[in-house]
Each structure stands twice: as structure tokens, then as C-alpha cells.
């Protein structure tokens, strides 16, 4: 599929195929339990205002960019590099930017694995057991559940790859967005009238300046980056599949609206039930991963009804983990598809061993592989790291720099197709200047918390 023509490059139905599926991608893990956790411990309503800001701005700057990019040059991240940047520097720059959704994936659905066996056992009508101390430690220890509720995870995702990207992706995503809308909402309403939880609601929703901190603005663009998909190829990937009619610019707008929308019904379903559960002590809602999988089913076990809330808030998680690692493998496929020429199935196959044998890895290094550390993180975590921390914000210097070298009016000719721009003065004052010195930011302070100099 080397050919960037329209007609014969698969593409989205439409605009609402294209934000569906974008938000879809957005909408994942982070969300859900990341999103949470990090306001509780910067701010509260100071890092929502901060993040806010953040995702209108450099957020929508960095998806306008690689979106537009996509489009103009109908391909995926290595193509559209190797189309548009005339150093090797530039097209290692595609590379960077391809190679991150295919080791970002194999440990995704082991998390989303463990979402599959919390789930199970709600339905099964084990809420109590996993609401145990040391159910979730010995549950990850332990190889075979783990690596079972792993392949099924990764099974779920690669299905849907290989139907295609209308079919597939476009069709799962219109189901599941929407059911997940509503699950967020009914879960939200119902943690917020739990006794105790007024104190939760104003602590994630009114700003406290006395709260704001150098690091609320630090852990805001991480978690921007994070959430919005930004510098994975993904957006890369998913604008090669846009039409030309469809408006590059309101559509960012909307995703940037989903995905926040979905953080903060995140954060009122889980700060007010922590806050009612714990009597506001925030080192509950500070406990990092574990939120997830140790404090809300001891949050569900105190409550009424707590039973189904597991099982609807579950389903919930397992949704937008789902959405999230379709997005993943689709812009891994494109890439073999595009780059090396290979069929859509043979490309599922390749991420299909990939993700089998890292992992694997990454499930195991809970368990027998434990003894194996690298720079002081087990296997799973080190994965996030190098990803996450280190090659995402390389990823998004690089698209910067390539819209720098490659002219901004051309972004901004793609953009004007479909849309006025009318924050194209914005735009072009970000993506030259302050969207590098974020980046920057996030990538110094990613290695100086690694080597201990600050503490994230």
C-alpha cells in the first residue's frame, strides 16, 4: 500500500469515523487511573486547569501537526518522514516515531490482561477475593493466569486489526465510545452521591493556587502526552486515513473535548469514592498503578451495590484499554504494510510474535523473571520508560522539527483544505518555539527522576 492515493489507501467513512476512532486512542489506561492519581497528588482543580490549558494549546498543536501530516502525505510515519525530511536525521525521525506503538503494545495488554482477570472475577462473583490483601501481587506472580488473561487481551486487539480499518477499527470504535461515554457518566453520578464525596468533588474541580506547584505544571504535560496520543504516530497514522473534507482543525477540538471529558469523569468516579472510602486521606488516591487493582476493589467492597459498580467500572477500564491498544497495533500494521510492503495479515502476524514474545517478557518479569532489573525497574516498567519518558518526546522534537524544515504554510495549506485555521497564530507561535522547550521539559525531567535529582 505504497500508494498514497485517496481511493486507494483505506480511509475513514467520515468525520465521525475519524474522531470516534482518534478519541478512541486518546481515551485509554491513562485516563482511567493515571489521570486520576497525578491530579490527587498535584492540585487537584490546579492541575485539571493546568492540563486544561495544556491540551488547548500544545496538545492541539502537536495533534494539528501530525494529523495534517498524515493526510498531506497519506502515509505513515516512516513514509510521511521519508516523504517531507531530506536528512537521515529526519528519517530516523519516522522511525522513532513507528518503533514506539509496537513496544508500547506488547506491555499495554498485559496491563490489559490484568483488567480481563479483575473482570472475570466480578462477574463470577469474586469481588470480595480481589478486594483481599495480596490478591493483585500474587495474581501478576503468578505465570499461567497472568499469561492467559495477557494472550486473550492481545488476541481481542489483533482480531479487530485484521478486519481492517473501516470494518475494524471504525466499527468497534463507534460501539464502544459510547457505551464507554455512559458507563464514565453513570459511574461518575453514582461515586459522587456516595456519603463523604462532596470533599473529593471540590478537591478535583475548584482550582487552589496554594496547590499549584513547578511540578504540577511537569506532571500536566506528561500526562497530556500521555493521554492525547501525541507523538506515538498514531495521529500520524490515523490523518493518512482522513478525507480531504473532513476539518482537521474542530476535529482536534473534539477529541482534545472527549478525552478530557473522559479524564475528569475518571477523576469524579475515583477521587470522591477514595476520598468517602479513605476519609480523605490523600495517600490512598496517591497510590500510583495500584489504584486500580488494590484501592478501588477495596473502595467497591465497602460499598453498596459494590458488586455490579466493579463489574460496570471494569467493563469501563477494559473499553478504553481496548480502544486504546487497537490504535497501537493499526499504526504498527500500517507501517509493515507500508514500508516493507507486506499484506495486512502478514503485518498482524509479525505484531502478533512481537507482542507474544515481549510480552511475555514483561508478564514474567513479575514472576519467574523477577531477578531481571534494568536500571533499577522490572521489565514492564522499563518498557514504559524508555517509551514513554524517552523516546515519545524525541518523537514529538522530531515532528517539530520536520514541520520547521518543511515549511509551516504547508501544514497550514493541508489544514485550510477543510477548516478557517483561526488558530493558525497560535500554532505556528508553538510549534516553532514553545512545543520544543515543553518537550524539553518532559524529557529532561523523565531522566533527572530516574537518576533520583527530583522526585515525579
Known amino acids: 500500500m505504497k500508494n498514497s492515493d485517496e481511493s486507494l489507501r483505506a480511509s475513514f467513512s467520515g468525520k465521525l469515523g475519524y474522531v470516534l476512532a482518534a478519541a478512541g486512542s486518546a481515551v485509554g489506561l491513562g485516563n482511567i487511573w493515571r489521570f486520576p492519581y497525578l491530579a490527587a497528588k498535584y492540585g487537584g482543580g490546579m492541575f485539571l486547569l493546568t492540563y486544561l490549558i495544556l491540551a488547548l494549546t500544545f496538545g492541539y498543536t502537536m495533534m494539528v501537526s501530525e494529523t495534517a501530516l498524515g493526510r498531506l502525505s497519506g502515509k505513515s510515519p516512516v513514509g510521511a518522514f521519508k516523504t517531507y525530511g531530506k536528512t537521515g536525521l529526519a528519517k530516523a525521525g519516522g522511525w522513532v516515531n513507528a518503533v514506539i506503538p509496537m513496544l508500547i503494545l506488547p506491555y499495554y495488554s498485559v496491563i490489559g490482561g490484568w483488567v480481563i482477570k479483575y473482570l472475570f472475577e466480578y462477574v463470577r462473583g469474586n469481588a470480595s477475593e480481589t478486594a483481599a490483601d495480596g490478591f493483585f501481587g500474587t495474581f501478576i506472580t503468578s505465570p499461567g493466569g497472568a499469561e492467559v488473561c495477557f494472550l486473550i487481551f492481545a488476541f481481542l486487539t489483533l482480531i479487530v486489526i485484521v478486519l481492517g480499518v473501516e470494518n475494524g477499527v471504525e466499527k468497534v470504535s463507534r460501539i464502544m465510545m459510547p457505551v464507554l461515554v455512559a458507563l464514565a457518566v453513570v459511574m461518575a453520578v453514582y461515586s459522587m452521591t456516595r456519603p463523604g464525596a462532596a470533599a473529593g468533588i471540590r478537591y478535583l474541580l475548584v482550582p487552589d493556587l496554594k496547590h499549584f506547584s513547578?511540578?504540577?505544571?511537569?506532571?500536566?504535560?506528561?500526562?497530556?502526552?500521555?493521554?492525547?496520543?501525541?507523538?506515538?504516530?498514531?495521529?500520524?497514522?490515523?490523518?493518512?486515513?482522513?478525507?480531504?473534507?473532513?476539518?482537521?482543525?474542530?476535529?482536534?477540538?473534539?477529541?482534545?473535548?472527549?478525552?478530557?471529558?473522559?479524564?475528569?469523569l475518571a477523576g469524579l468516579m475515583i477521587i470522591p469514592a477514595v476520598f468517602a472510602f479513605s476519609g480523605g486521606d490523600m495517600q490512598a488516591l496517591q497510590a500510583g498503578p495500584s489504584l486500580m487493582f488494590v484501592t478501588m476493589p477495596k473502595v467497591f467492597e465497602s460499598m453498596g451495590l459494590g458488586h455490579l459498580v466493579g463489574i460496570l467500572f471494569f467493563v469501563l477500564v477494559l473499553f478504553a484499554a481496548l480502544t486504546s491498544s487497537i490504535s497501537l497495533a493499526e499504526?504498527?500494521?500500517?507501517?509493515?504494510q507500508d514500508e516493507l510492503g507486506w499484506t495486512r495479515t502478514k503485518g498482524v502476524v509479525f505484531m502478533a510474535v512481537l507482542v507474544l514474545v515481549l510480552g511475555s517478557l514483561s508478564s514474567l518479569g513479575f514472576g519467574v523473571l523477577s531477578n531481571i532489573t534494568i536500571l533499577g525497574m522490572d521489565i514492564l516498567d522499563f518498557f514504559d520508560f524508555l517509551t514513554n519518558s524517552i523516546m515519545m518526546p524525541i518523537a514529538a522534537f522530531a515532528v517539530c522539527l520536520l514541520v520547521s524544515k518543511m515549511g509551516?504554510?504547508?501544514?497550514?495549506?493541508?489544514?485550510?483544505?477543510s477548516s478557517r485555521f483561526?488558530?493558525?497564530?497560535?500554532?505556528?507561535?508553538?510549534?516553532?518555539?514553545?512545543?520544543?522547550?515543553?518537550?524539553?521539559?518532559?524529557?529532561?525531567?523523565?531522566?533527572?527522576?530516574?537518576?533520583?535529582?527530583?522526585?515525579?
Open 214 to 264: 513547578w511540578m504540577t505544571v511537569v506532571a500536566a504535560l506528561g500526562q497530556m502526552f500521555y493521554s492525547l496520543s501525541i507523538a506515538m504516530g498514531i495521529l500520524i497514522t490515523y490523518g493518512s486515513y482522513m478525507k480531504k473534507d473532513v476539518n482537521i482543525e474542530s476535529s482536534m477540538h473534539q477529541v482534545i473535548f472527549f478525552d478530557s471529558g473522559i479524564a475528569i
Open 331 to 336: 499504526t504498527s500494521v500500517s507501517t509493515l
Open 408 to 417: 509551516i504554510d504547508k501544514i497550514a495549506g493541508e489544514v485550510k483544505l
Open 422 to 456: 483561526r488558530f493558525e497564530g497560535m500554532y505556528r507561535v508553538f510549534v516553532r518555539t514553545v512545543a520544543p522547550v515543553f518537550v524539553a521539559v518532559i524529557l529532561f525531567s523523565s531522566i533527572a527522576s530516574v537518576l533520583g535529582w527530583i522526585k515525579i
